[in-house]
């Protein structure tokens, strides 16, 4: 930063001009933003982690306290409900994720590398957007980015020999901020465990033996063998070691929590409810399971998924997948005929519907098990990203406001380009970056959970931006190289 100070500062700038325009043209206050509102007022006023429930304050455990104790902080310097406070306070944790990506990419590729990933995470109009949003994107993707940056130096350092548990300690105290925030958190502990169990070692073990045998013993096998310590062991314990530091930090936040969830609500919950209901809310089972047997794309999640219970369901937007045949269309019709007259998903409905299910997957295993969470997969990855701005859900339709449909046409090309620069770095060159496995498991596993979603939400790929945009930005280095002497040449 200090060779390029005019460059960082100018895409610095940009990047906090194109959240303030986010922030000041498209501010987003969610249901779930007042869920975790409503959770820090009742914390900071009344020192009940609850929620208010006509003129009582509830004990509840629907929501991990990370993000309601930052929204605490918040309200606490700069008033109750200060939104604005919120996302301003955001925004500067979003553009300490460029500097946290750019990091990442120093490390494990090139410094032109990291500054062109500053400038795709600077002005990447995805992450921007949830700034100005109050939810946990942008702390979760921040903390995802400080974890890995943590990580791949501790790894880094292990290679050369030094000493790295304050390292490991951080990496597992930021997989712990990401687990307090949301539960699918835990996924980055699970990656970075499996990458040092299993992937670390021989790269560099090898390396670390060259380096032993050059700088202490004489360049003879005998003498290799006797004054050469076994590294293969000494990599083996070090990872061990800090594995176990990763988890203990990681998880030991939790205990807390799982405590209170203990003495207050008499139950161990040491995360959060699968489906963020109370203990004695109905969990509508058989019609999630049914929703599972044909949801792939995201406006379905708005038109069918979010309306039960409470909103009518328009049966016209079912696509045909949601029909095997015309008996089974016809049961199908019938229980959300009888679901809108009330709009309450009764115990007998909901056995309806998960009859319907189960014969569906009887039917189809291979579908329901593996084609449709590929496909949410999909969906999340490749649909363009704009849940949160006015084009319509089904912006493909090009019905309403045809400009608003070339809008997400655009963030959809911007979102692919993303994602093929990354693909294009996992081709030609995964062995030029450093510790890319590490990376690479932690989008298989994230991608793989996300696929067993009922509701695929774009949203919850955002997390693995910073590894998009570094396996990306790889890729850009490589074609400046490329092109420069040419340039000069001419």
């Known amino acids: 930063m200090r060779e390029h100070r005019r460059f960082f500062l100018g895409a610095t700038l940009a990047g906090l001009a194109l959240r303030l325009f986010f922030f000041v043209y498209f501010p987003a206050v969610t249901d779930d933003s007042r869920i975790y509102a409503d959770l820090a007022t009742n914390w900071l006023q009344h020192g009940i982690y609850g929620q208010t429930q006509g003129t009582q304050i509830v004990p509840t455990d629907t929501r991990l306290p990370g993000y309601p104790l930052f929204l605490v902080k918040i309200f606490w310097l700069f008033g109750t409900g200060n939104f604005k406070a919120v996302l301003l306070t955001q925004i500067l944790f979003d553009l300490g994720t460029c500097l946290i990506v750019a990091d990442l990419a120093r490390r494990m590729v090139s410094e032109r590398a990291a500054r062109i990933a500053f400038v795709l995470t600077a002005l990447c109009p ?6 100005a949003a109050v939810l946990t994107e942008t702390l979760e993707i921040f903390f995802t980015a400080l974890a890995l940056d943590c990580a791949v130096a501790a790894l880094d350092r292990m290679e050369e020999g030094a000493s790295v548990r304050k390292l490991w300690a951080a990496t597992g105290a930021a997989i712990a901020a990401c687990i307090l925030l949301r539960p699918d958190g835990g996924i980055l502990l699970a990656a970075v465990a499996l990458y040092l169990v299993a992937a670390a070692p021989k790269g560099a073990f090898d390396f670390g033996q060259r380096a032993a045998s050059l700088k202490r ?5 005998l003498s290799l063998q006797r004054q050469c310590p076994d590294r293969k062991s000494i990599w083996l314990r070090r990872r061990l070691v800090g594995g176990l530091i990763v988890a203990v930090f990681a998880l030991a936040p939790l205990a807390p929590w799982t405590i ?3 003495r207050t609500l008499h139950q161990f919950q040491p995360l959060a409810p699968r489906y963020a209901t109370e203990s004695d809310e109905l969990v509508p089972r058989g019609f999630i399971r049914w929703v599972k047997t044909w949801i792939v794309d995201y406006a379905s999640v708005e038109e069918i998924y979010w309306n039960v219970p409470g909103v009518t369901v328009d049966p016209t937007k079912l696509p045909s997948r949601a029909f095997d045949t015309s008996a089974e269309r016809d049961a199908t019709l019938a229980v959300i005929a009888d679901y809108n007259q009330s709009q309450e998903m009764t115990p007998a409905l909901d056995g309806r519907l998960s009859e319907i299910a189960r014969d569906r997957i009887r039917a189809h295993p291979v579908r329901y098990y593996t084609v449709l969470p590929l496909l949410r997969a999909a969906d999340m990855w490749l649909r363009p990203r704009t849940e949160l701005l006015p084009p319509d ?8 406001d045809i400009t608003q449909s070339f809008l997400a046409v655009g963030f959809g090309l911007l979102n692919l380009a993303y994602v093929a620069g990354a693909l294009l770095a996992l081709v030609r060159r995964p062995s030029g970056i450093r510790w890319a496995g590490l990376l690479i498991i932690f989008l298989l596993l994230r991608s793989a959970f996300l696929g067993t979603l009922e509701n695929p939400e ?25 092109r420069r002497p040419a340039y000069q040449t001419s």
């Open 126 to 131: 995805f992450l921007a957007n949830y700034a």
């Open 217 to 221: 013993c004489p360049d003879t096998k």
């Open 260 to 262: 209170r969830n203990f």
């Open 393 to 400: 859900v089904r912006w493909w339709e090009f019905n309403d």
């Open 458 to 482: 774009t949203r919850y790929t955002l997390e693995c931006y910073p590894v998009v945009i570094l396996f990306a930005s790889g890729v850009l280095a490589d074609l400046q190289r490329i």
